[in-house]
């Protein structure tokens, strides 16, 4: 690891993303914490204006910090949406430094914005992983998980209402079934007992006397109109006894 004097209130570390830079010491608001340094490159110089890296650090049209040299400390510094430092540019002294914009306590790692073009072109495509980004999706995957959560529910409820549903339909059917059952026995019945009593069949034919020879017994329970058929001047055994 790149050594660090110790006086300072910082040291590279492990982070998120791959190495970082962290207070050891507690870091007051405004202060300064570290230059951000390299090679100066010309864009009036075509080999200079060509060179691409992820550390360079633009400070006006013409001059911008190569700061990918292995000295420049400052390079470590993770990028975040909510900082808590930022770029302190000097485009006229051509120097740029990083100053806590907060109180920053030891082992706090330390970062500022790379501003819109470079969040654009490196972060956003791979997805930001600074704290606030990583807090806002973690959020959203909870809001998703209990989406679903909530939509498996009303899906269970909804099908527990349809079954319940169709088996109060599929009750009630039965009932009106059985209801039915029950209304035709019961009209079988009826008919059954309209035939002894309305004496039609049995009191009718014996009291109105026109087939009072005719074999009135045997047609307690026969429903057939068979006495008409019968001569009605057969004798009756009954008579005749
Ligand atoms: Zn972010």
């Keep these: 690891m790149t050594s660090i004097p110790s006086n300072k209130p910082y040291r590279v570390g492990r982070s998120r993303t791959g190495l970082g830079l962290f207070a050891t010491k ?92 470079y969040f654009k072109a490196y972060l956003k495509p791979i997805g930001c992983k600074c704290d606030a980004c990583e807090k806002k999706r973690k959020k959203k995957r909870a809001e998703a998980r209990a989406e679903k959560a909530r939509l498996k529910a009303k899906a269970e409820r909804k099908a527990l209402k349809k079954a319940e549903k169709l088996a109060k339909e599929q009750q009630k059917a039965e009932a009106e079934l059985k209801e039915k059952l029950k209304a035709k026995a019961a009209r079988k019945s009826k008919k059954l007992n309209g035939h002894s009593l309305n004496g039609k069949s049995l009191n009718g034919k014996s009291l109105n006397g026109k087939h009072l020879n005719g074999n009135g017994r045997a047609r307690v329970a026969d429903r057939k109109p068979a006495g008409r058929k019968q001569p009605v001047s057969a004798p009756a055994p009954a008579l005749q006894a």
């Design 26 to 117: 507690p870091i007051k608001k405004g202060t300064k914490i570290i230059r951000y340094f390299g090679p100066l490159l010309d864009s009036k110089k075509k080999e200079e204006d060509a060179i691409e890296n992820k550390y360079l650090f633009e400070l006006n049209n013409r001059w911008t910090i190569d700061g990918s040299v292995r000295k420049n400390i400052a390079r470590y510094i993770n990028h975040a949406c909510r900082p808590n430092a930022e770029s302190d540019v000097k485009p006229r002294k051509r120097k740029v430094f990083i100053r806590a914009i907060k109180n920053i306590e030891p082992g706090e790692e330390i970062n500022y914005d790379y501003g819109t073009d």
